[in-house]
């Protein structure tokens, strides 16, 4: 199975954080399983940690080293592809990042790991 994280998915995971699912997060864990992040989360965690929303203690450069290329975790990149589908998508959901999220996870035909209730209004597949 692919599996698109949704930001707060892999700040929960990289985290210990309790309220990662343990369906989410046996899922992340299996090996079996291609794990993403969306190069907009990494974006989006770039914003949060200048305005002072975020901290992690390490650096942007280290989080990518340690926890993304370290959990064997993908960046997904984007695409024209993901730009047009973004263009359709309907606005139940306002954030940005999200939204191109939710685009990506549509075109490449991933499953998304989100507690996000907003994401139940698209056509895609969800995991929590």
Do not use: C
Not at 20 to 25: I, P, W
């Amino acid at each position: 199975m692919k599996l698109l994280l949704d930001t707060h998915t892999f700040l929960w995971f990289i985290g210990g954080n309790i309220n990662l699912s343990n369906t989410a997060r046996n899922a992340i864990e299996n090996i079996s399983n291609q794990r993403f992040i969306s190069i907009a989360t990494l974006w989006e965690i770039s914003i949060k940690i200048s305005i002072g929303k975020l901290k992690l203690g390490l650096s942007l450069i280290e989080l990518v080293e340690q926890e993304v290329y370290g959990n064997a975790i993908e960046i997904l990149e984007i695409s024209s592809e993901h730009l047009d589908e973004l263009v359709k998508l309907p606005f139940h959901h306002k954030d940005p990042f999200d939204r191109l999220i939710i685009a990506q996870s549509l075109v490449e035909d991933m499953t998304l790991v989100s507690k996000d209730v907003a994401f139940q209004n698209y056509l895609i597949k969800l995991l929590w």
